[in-house]
């Protein structure tokens, strides 16, 4: 018996020492990669050697609201002669944004620009890269515990209520419909919202996001029996998840009239799913930023309303956080991105927009 028990520490003493290797390889292999990256940009053609080198890391970075992201950070630090890297797009492999996180700091950037969250782990990290020298600008996510250098966002009541606005326009259609067809006040029908969050409880935007929308309803003596508010929360870091999550809403016999979508890819699936499920007209999709397929989705009909983020404008001010810091040896500590509601009456001016860049 002693045997055995002896073979199953050693076999566990084993599992455990290969793990932290295996950890430790990946960090030093990706800091590797990352270094190379950096001596590659300097060796290119052009010869140019770069003063400051920034890291960004977002969980999913080959969305187009994270690339014009990063197309704001990277335009406005080669004004200072910077260069920003968006970490991961140049690694073999997928990584989560903690462990990205970690690469970053193995590689010591300039500075590091990240879309944090509220856990205690991504607090560690933040607050190890700010103690190694490494200034840190949390980027539309925000983790309020750590010693970040400032948090550059949006300002969730703004679209909270503007939400809860678009509610009301979609309470104030039924309240029509109802007072033609409906014979006593009883029969007329509730509006069901559904909000798709993200599982992440400590996703402070959406925290105040929900509550604002509810708020901007209820002023407009919006009762009770006039439309109800549920959230489902999904795994916004598998987009498969997302998908099956919203498809489950369409396979219950009681449809929403109304989703309430606080991210792009929640946004792209549910159009995707009142399209399959032939409810374009029937339920209204609130949502979340302006790539040009949400916008041509409401020219036709088939989104209500979304919120445009300046997503090229939080990348800006992310670079100008940190250039203030090494220039000026202070920075403000919240920045806030315009936002701007999108519908049937100001699209035409958006599409416009984006075939004259596309140009």
Not at 1 to 14: H, T, W
Not at 220 to 227: I, K, L, M, P, W
Request: charged share 25%; aromatic share 10%; proline share 2%.
């Amino acid at each position: 018996m002693k045997g055995k028990n002896l073979n199953s520490e050693n076999s566990q003493y084993i599992v455990f020492a290969l793990t932290i290797i295996s950890v430790l390889v990946t960090l030093f292999a990706g800091a590797f990669v990352f270094r190379f990256y950096k001596l590659s940009v300097n060796g290119s053609s052009d010869s140019r050697v770069y003063d400051r080198y920034y890291c960004l890391i977002a969980d999913n970075y080959k969305s187009d609201f994270w690339q014009s992201v990063y197309q704001g950070a990277l335009e406005t630090a080669k004004e200072e002669n910077g260069y920003v890297d968006i970490l991961g797009s140049n690694l073999p492999g997928e990584y989560t944004t903690e462990e990205l996180m970690q690469i970053a700091i193995a590689a010591r950037p300039d500075g590091i620009m990240i879309a944090a969250d509220e856990s205690e782990s991504m607090t560690e990290l933040i607050n190890k890269a700010v103690a190694g020298g490494i200034p840190v600008v949390t980027l539309y996510g925000d983790n309020t515990m750590s010693n970040r250098l400032s948090f550059v966002g949006v300002g969730g009541y703004s679209i909270g209520r503007m939400y809860g606005k678009q509610v009301i326009n979609v309470i104030r259609d039924r309240r029509r419909e109802d007072f033609i067809e409906a014979e006593t006040f009883e029969e007329r029908s509730q509006v069901k919202v559904v909000v798709v969050a993200s599982s992440d409880t400590k996703d402070t935007g959406q925290n105040i996001i929900i509550p604002a929308m509810q708020d901007a309803i209820m002023e407009e003596n919006a009762t009770d029996s006039e439309f109800s508010i549920s959230v489902m929360t999904v795994d916004n870091s598998n987009p498969f998840s997302v998908e099956e999550s919203i498809r489950d809403i369409f396979m219950n016999e009681e449809i929403p009239d109304v989703i309430v979508c606080l991210n792009e890819l929640s946004t792209v699936c549910a159009y995707q799913a009142v399209v399959d499920f032939n409810r374009v007209g029937q339920v209204n999709i609130l949502g979340y930023y302006d790539s040009k397929d949400i916008l041509t989705a409401i020219d036709r009909g088939g989104i209500y309303a979304t919120i445009s983020i300046d997503a090229h404008q939080l990348g800006e001010y992310s670079i100008k956080a940190l250039s203030d810091y090494f220039n000026l040896g202070n920075t403000s500590e919240y920045y806030l991105a315009d936002v701007t509601l999108i519908n049937k009456n100001n699209v035409e001016e958006f599409l416009v927009g984006e075939e004259e860049d596309g140009e």
